[in-house]
């Protein structure tokens, strides 16, 4: 479970002051996966890096129950003169799991090849992504945060990334940022709506969809 209790936050974007999510209490029930739509800059990278830990409320607090990933879509948190191996262990002792099994975990996953041994800031954006991946699957997480994630690489390695992600997906939930509403009724049953600063939970993924796109039109 994972929840938010009176919580507020406010960025700055393009030298402007932007509510965020304003005094908002809501509940990401366990066993479900959860959309999240908004219109653009609404904040649902923002909200997956709150609820992530890697950014902090600036009223109010988060309580998470469980083991939670880090967004998928991104790769900022790499190293670059490390070497993709020595990345993963790094994630490895953070996350206190086997440190060997990840390594060789990442190394057949990711199909870097030699790649696997160069400092991470010799990649392209598709290695690098490559490795996200390859690391997200190799931990067990309760939650998994996605946040506009493309599948990289020929058509075998995008099918073996579906089929790993759908697995993962049995035994843990997603909660999930796409501009695809395919894509969201494909991995998840309910969903979020964040809109001026307030967000609204639907326990049908199609009536979040639909409110999403109702707002879309408003405005």
């Not at 959309?35 to 600036?58: H, W």
């Not at 879509?73 to 490895?92: D, K, T």
């Not at 690489?153 to 395919?182: A, P």
Request: with cysteine; proline share 1%.
């Amino acid at each position: 479970m994972i929840r938010l209790e009176r919580a507020t936050k406010e960025v700055r974007m393009k030298g402007v002051r932007k509510m965020i999510i304003d005094n908002v209490s809501v509940t990401f029930p366990r066993g479900k996966s959860i959309g999240l739509l908004g219109r653009n800059g609404a904040g649902k990278s923002t909200l997956l890096q709150i609820i992530a830990g890697t950014l902090e409320l600036d009223r109010g607090r988060i309580i998470r129950q469980g083991k939670i990933s880090w967004p998928l879509g991104f790769q900022g948190s790499f190293q670059g003169n490390l070497s993709g191996e020595q990345n993963v262990r790094f994630v490895a002792r953070i996350y206190g799991v086997n440190t060997d099994e990840l390594v060789a975990y990442v190394a057949e996953f990711a199909e870097l090849g030699q790649f696997y041994h160069a400092p991470v800031r010799t990649y392209s954006s598709g290695m690098k992504a490559r490795l996200a991946f390859g690391v997200s699957m190799g931990i067990n997480f309760d939650y998994y945060l996605v946040d506009e994630i493309t599948a990289v690489g020929d058509t075998n390695f995008k099918r073996k990334s579906q089929l790993t992600f759908k697995e993962k997906l049995s035994n843990s939930d997603v909660i999930m940022v796409s501009h695809s509403t395919g894509t969201l009724r494909d991995y998840c049953q309910t969903g979020i709506v964040l809109e001026n600063g307030q967000m609204t939970y639907y326990d049908d993924i199609n009536e979040a969809i639909d409110v999403h796109e109702s707002n879309m039109k408003r405005h």
